[in-house]
């Protein structure tokens, strides 16, 4: 659910009580986040500053990400003005930024770097002075309290006011100095944990039962094919049918995505598997089968219900040590990132920078085989391009405070409609080869936040991307692809053949691959899509 501004009883009263009536939609037209407008003989207020751009019928009735419902019906005008209003009845547009910190510590002389500012954002390798001490960012931040960083905080220690700090470079998780200066002034919009634990807690996790089968260990590490086929299997039984055994996925398959992990509470990760998938030790079995053939087996967290709670340090904890123990019982390769709003991804929220800090910490715990990819929808990515607020463009911060840790990502093009980007100036529509290459471009590429001018994410490898898309015409509402589609995306991103509209300036021949929900759905529909999707990837450079 979005993060939402909202407006005092007495001034929306005060709007709709008056003969000055909000202006009716327009499509094309840009509204700041605060706007109220009409729409079918209702009100509504926008969330997020926006362009209606005119083709992607983002009317306030359809997107409820976009706006919110104020009045149900059209306001009825004063028939004569009875009483002057002692305020003129304009609405500002509310923000929907943190407010600035004004009580902000005036640095001692010799502080050779701009204070900190709990509302401005800040990219990794920014530098700050915060109390007498000079700060570095580890990767993008906004409100995190410098002085407040533990080992794995957003922010390192560079030194004391007056001294010379070291030359920037890649953020690393460096040890913090066990004194920390006390800050006398903390952004209210971002919660702070009381306490950081130096050392790791005990994994608050216990396996149930021993399996009879030992695990293969996540020591060595099996790279992923240059070109490889990424698939989500489903713990769950639904119309695809019952859950499939494991050792029946068909090996076409390079990385198998285990959907999905549950929320224990307070942090803590369970995995629950399903009866249909065979007994416990008959599935470790299969993951260690899956693996000695070169296969990924990754452990999902998300989905469309996936809920997860990580505000505080206590939940982080809890998050590492209970994924720990679960990859470690079942052999897991590492974890997916499939959480949406119902997790809290709203940019501005904890969870932002509390993910980064886990993730960082549960790869140290599992070592350098430790692989992560993350499958956001495209408005939580590529939807920063038109709005960087709530939902829109809040999985950038995280993949930009991941980037040194990510395996691949692989955007789901799909229930989400048409996407907008540098390329084209209208909607690159769902299903097409242009919406694939230009959404793939984006991460590639990188790109500037709110059409250009605001934040700028910057580029990933090409080995670090591939596209998502359903796997057949029932597994997703909409967004399907044929396999000429499939197959002319990937030549035109590697080669420069068979594109669209939208060609890329030059190819990228390590570009990685496809990712597609589900491969239960994939088996329903006859192979109609791994097949073909497989011999498309073998066929590339």
């Known amino acids: ?80 003005a009875t009483a002057t209003p002692t305020a003129t009845p304009t609405v500002t547009a509310i923000p929907t930024v943190k407010p600035t910190v004004t009580a902000t510590p005036t640095p001692p002389v010799g502080c050779g770097f701009p204070a900190w500012n709990a509302g401005t954002a800040y990219t990794g390798g920014a530098r700050v002075s915060f109390n007498g001490r000079n700060y570095e960012a580890k990767w993008w931040t906004q409100g995190d309290d410098p002085s407040k960083s533990s080992e794995w905080g957003v922010w390192k220690e560079i030194g004391v006011c007056g001294t010379t700090p070291p030359a920037s470079s890649t953020p690393t998780a460096t040890a913090t100095p066990t004194a920390t200066p006390t800050a006398t002034a903390t952004p209210t919009a971002t919660p702070t944990a009381t306490a950081t634990p130096t050392v790791t807690p005990t994994v608050t996790v216990t396996p149930t039962a021993t399996p009879t089968t030992t695990p293969t260990p996540v020591t060595g590490v099996t790279p992923l094919p240059k070109h490889a086929l990424i698939g989500y299997w489903h713990n769950f039984t639904n119309p695809a049918g019952d859950t499939i055994r494991l050792r029946d996925v068909s090996d076409d398959w390079d990385v198998i995505m285990i959907s999905f992990a549950d929320d224990a509470g307070n942090g803590a990760v369970a995995f629950n598997l399903d009866k249909n998938a065979g007994t416990k ?77 886990g993730v960082k910490q549960l790869k140290a715990k599992v070592g350098p085989g430790f692989y992560l990819s993350m499958a956001p929808e495209h408005p939580y990515v590529q939807g920063g391009y038109v709005a960087f607020s709530g939902i829109w463009g809040a999985y950038l911060p995280i993949i930009d405070g991941l980037r040194d840790d990510l395996d691949l990502i692989h955007v789901q093009y799909y229930n989400n409609g048409g996407l907008y980007s540098p390329y084209s100036n209208s909607a690159l529509n769902e299903g097409t080869v242009d919406a694939l290459v230009g959404g793939s471009l984006m991460l590639i590429e990188g790109f500037k936040t709110v059409g250009g001018t605001g934040w700028e994410f910057k580029g990933l490898r090409p080995d670090q991307v591939g596209f998502g898309v359903p796997s057949g015409p029932k597994s997703a509402n909409t967004g399907f692809v044929t396999s000429t589609t499939v197959n002319n995306a990937l030549t035109c991103l590697t080669q420069l053949k068979n594109c669209g509209t939208v060609k890329p300036q030059q190819a990228y021949p390590t570009y990685r691959g496809v990712m597609t929900w589900s491969i239960n759905w994939d088996r329903y529909d006859g192979y109609n899509f791994s097949k073909p999707a497989r011999a498309a990837l073998n066929a590339l450079p």
């Open 281 to 357: 030790a008959e599935f470790i079995a299969d993951v260690a089968a899956k693996r000695a053939k070169g296969k990924k087996v990754i452990l999902s967290l998300g989905g469309q219900e996936g809920r997860m709670t990580l505000s505080t340090k206590e939940n982080v904890t809890n998050f590492v040590n209970s994924l720990h123990a679960i990859i470690t019982e079942y052999g897991f390769d590492g974890i997916d990132l499939d959480l949406e709003s119902g997790a809290g991804v709203v940019l501005g929220t904890p969870i932002i920078n509390n993910l980064i800090d």
């Open 1 to 80: 659910m979005l993060k939402q501004t909202r407006m005092t009883s007495a001034l929306l009263a005060l709007l709709l009580s008056t003969s000055l009536w909000a202006a009716d939609w327009q499509e094309g037209n840009t509204y700041n986040a605060g706007t109220v407008v009409t729409y079918s003989g209702a009100s509504y207020q926008a969330l997020v500053t926006h362009t209606a751009y005119v083709g992607a019928n983002w009317n306030p009735a359809a997107t409820p990400t976009l706006w919110k419902l104020v009045s149900a019906g059209e306001p009825t005008p004063l028939p004569t």
